[in-house]
């Protein structure tokens, strides 16, 4: 089985921190994601990571970067968290190539306060 | 940029009754997926399609690549099936997907 994990489940920080969110997949794949999910909004696209070291903004990459030093390991970036970015995070793989599915992680619900 | 909508937007029905959830998009896609969210926000992919039709178990999921629609459907529905389901599309050349907005869906033993 294919496992996409995510560091935390919960998260509280402060306005002005910098945040990191980790997400780990074990099944060697090329494609990894981070998306935020907002009610009425459904899941927008942050960042995009092809390979190690490669990356591709999303439909709202503002106020967050990312890191991929490791094929397995994603990692997503809030330089100076904003009370706009209480939301749930969701990280996903995928091999890659047509017709793929995306293996989500279970999420971590960040609150800035 | 695809749009894709959903409808319902909530549902609720009697356990056992046939569940249809209901998918369109605006431009031609190669792939489109159906995903279920829990309480809790875990997202399971349930299907895959790209033309025709697939089951399992008690669920189906059929896309018309003409009318750019695809439906969800759930025979003798259960009170676990009560989640939020999901549309995505895959646009040609492209590994992103785009989201629907979810259906809420709650099954009333």
């Known amino acids: 089985d294919v496992k996409v994990t995510q560091s935390s489940r919960y998260l509280v920080k402060r306005t002005g921190e910098k945040v990191f969110l980790e997400c780990v997949q074990d099944?060697?794949?090329?494609?990894m994601f981070w998306y935020r999910q907002d009610p009425g909004l459904g899941l927008r696209l942050i960042y995009f990571?092809?390979?190690?070291?490669?990356?591709e903004k999303g439909d709202i990459p503002e106020g967050y970067s990312v890191s991929r030093e490791k094929k397995e390991r994603f990692s997503l970036i809030l330089e100076s968290a904003s009370t706009n970015q209480t939301s749930m995070y969701l990280c996903?793989?995928?091999?890659?190539?047509?017709?793929?599915?995306?293996?989500f992680g279970p999420g971590t619900r960040l609150t800035v306060l | 940029k695809n749009e894709v909508e959903q409808s319902p937007q909530n549902l609720t029905a009697q356990e056992g009754e046939f569940i249809t959830i209901n998918c369109s998009y605006s431009v031609g896609i190669s792939a489109l997926h159906w995903l279920q969210q829990h309480p809790g926000g875990g997202i399971v992919s349930l299907f895959m399609l790209s033309s025709g039709k697939k089951k399992h178990g008690r669920l189906i999921a059929t896309i018309n690549i003409q009318e750019k629609h695809s439906s969800l459907h759930i025979t003798a529905s259960h009170p676990r099936d009560s989640a939020v389901y999901i549309c995505a599309v895959r646009n040609f050349g492209n590994e992103k997907l785009t989201f629907g907005t979810g259906t809420r869906l709650t099954i009333i033993p």
């Open positions: 990571s092809y390979d190690v070291k490669m990356k």
């Open positions: 099944m060697d794949h090329e494609n």
């Open positions: 996903a793989s995928t091999l890659g190539g047509r017709g793929n599915e995306q293996f």
